[in-house]
């Protein structure tokens, strides 16, 4: 199950838009500090915050989405 759900997560994480992806992987994979990420950006680290919460939840309704998909088909 958890594999599948890895799955769903990076086919999801292929459909962002590129600016949201390079967020995902600044802060995630590269572990930049959201400081950082906001001076790079020029924005404030509470929009940065903001960005990273408005993605989160679509990768969780993309990922519940095609577990959704995949159980309705059998």
């Known amino acids: ?11 999801c994480l292929d459909k962002l838009p590129p ?4 967020t995902v ?7 930049k500090p959201v400081e950082e990420m906001a001076r790079h950006a020029g924005r404030t680290s509470e929009a940065v915050y903001k960005s990273l919460q408005r993605i989160r939840q679509a990768l969780l309704d993309c990922v519940t989405a095609a577990v959704n998909q995949s159980e309705a088909q059998g």
């Open 19 to 22: 600016k949201q992806r390079e």
């Open 1 to 11: 199950e958890a594999e599948r759900r890895l799955t769903y997560l990076s086919d």
């Open 25 to 31: 992987t600044a802060y995630y994979y590269d572990r």
